[in-house]
């Protein structure tokens, strides 16, 4: 039996197709092993977002060919589909499959027989155009159900839709299925992932569903407690769907909204689909439906032409907006995008300081809203999360929780009243007294 071990970088998208690969090693017979037990096969899942994704899928390489020098090792993702020749060239690497190539690893790369040229096997991206069902199983407590793949947005920095392609997806009866089998499974939570959630619908290039609908459908699915939405863009979360997740069954009230900038010059310039008139109404929507939604926002710094005066806007406008935290990344240029050609560079050690402020920024939120929060009751699901003789979970609107460490807490669902914030953060539950949930 051949042993066969993986490596994810990046996003939950990632997480859920290496999943799926995984269980088409296991249908054939392979043995899914760790890393570290001298595997067989290498496959290396890529992020092209990744900062130095270079240098770590190098660095990964060299740990796998020490950890099994005759190992095979191929490596898919993103950064695959951008960079194929240049990974071709790494030393130890045996074969790189693109964004189309990567779902037929098996049937492709056949025997796993080294050879002495690296094959490469990445077609051109607009080949990418079949939707892949994947979501991730037995890997966490939530389960990342693909849903959407691509995207048809060209905003200014990114590389996304080189590495994906145009935007493709599931069909809601497939989706529904997949929901189905995870909770076969016992997996309580589903996070529903893609590139550009909101623009879920286009199959063989038509649009043919909603992304409204798909929620319809999914609140339906009996057994499965919990839905969560990754990441959708603000002028796709429409009043329809925030009206119905303030009263669904299943969907939480948790957004994670990517703003980007808080200035309407740089959202111009950087291709986006709204204004941030637009986001203060998605925030002001949801907050009056349901004032206990947590609300994250991605927001993009040094960003060519952010002078200090528009990063103040950006500064000002997220300290206003009742938001819970931001996931703040610091612009780098990245080949092939139009920002990457723009003037009015940011300096490297601006960019640094003003991501700086932002996570200041950005604790002070999340300590907020925790706080608000405080003194009232939520259900928690505890995760394999152990530290310091503490467990943690997540609650239905994303507070992270630590309680006394029992392991039959894992993988279930309490209800518990927020008593603290303790000194990492996190909210404390003194009484370990749980209800059980009914469903
Ligand atoms: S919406 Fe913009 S940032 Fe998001 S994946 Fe598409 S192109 Fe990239």
Known sequence: MKKVAFY???????????STISRQFEEKGYLKVDFQENPDIFIINTCSVTKNADKKCKKIVKEAKKISPNSYVTIIGCYAQLKPQEISEIEGVDAVL????????????????????????????????????????????????????GCNYGCAFCTIPLA???????????????????????????????????????VDGKRNE??????????????????????????????????FAAQSKRFVPHFHVPLQSGSNTILR??????????????????????????????????????????????YNFLNELDISYLHVFTYSERANTRAAEMD????????????????????????????????????VLFEEDVEDGKIHGFTENYIRVAAKY??????????????????????????????????
Request: hydrophobic share 40%; with cysteine.
């Open 98 to 149: 693109g964004a189309a190539e990567k779902f037929r690893l098996i049937e492709l790369l056949d025997d796993f027989a080294k050879a002495q040229e690296t094959k490469v096997l990445a077609s051109e991206i607009q080949e990418a155009t079949v939707f892949n069902n994947a979501y991730s199983i037995n890997d966490r407590t939530r389960t990342f159900l693909k849903v959407q793949d």
């Open 164 to 202: 994906r392609g145009k935007s493709r997806s599931n069909t809601i009866e497939s989706v529904v299925q997949s929901a189905h089998e995870i909770a076969a499974t016992g997996v309580k939570e589903i996070v529903l992932t893609g590139v550009n959630i909101g623009d879920f619908g286009i």
């Open 269 to 314: 310039k950087m291709g986006r689909r709204y204004l941030r008139e637009l986001y203060v109404d998605r925030v002001t929507k949801i907050k009056t439906l349901m004032p206990h939604a947590c609300i994250g926002v991605d927001v993009i710094v040094g960003f060519p032409g952010e002078t200090d005066e528009l990063f103040l806007e950006t």
């Open 344 to 379: 009015e560079v940011v300096p490297m050690k601006k960019r640094n300081e003003r991501s700086k402020m932002l996570r200041i920024l950005s604790e002070k939120k999340r300590r907020k809203f925790y706080t608000e929060n405080l003194g009232q009751t939520f259900t």
């Open 8 to 18: 994810t970088l990046g996003c939950k998208l990632n997480f859920s197709e290496t």
């Open 210 to 243: 909603r992304f409204a609908d798909l929620v319809y459908a999914l609140d339906e699915v009996e057994g499965i407690n919990r839905l969560r939405i990754s990441s959708i863009e603000p002028n796709l979360l429409t009043n329809e769907i925030i009206s």
């Open 406 to 439: 029992d392991p039959m807490l894992i993988n279930e669902l309490k209800q518990v009243t927020l008593d603290q914030i303790n000194d990492k953060g996190n909210v404390e539950v003194l009484e370990p007294e749980f209800v059980f949930e009914k469903h």
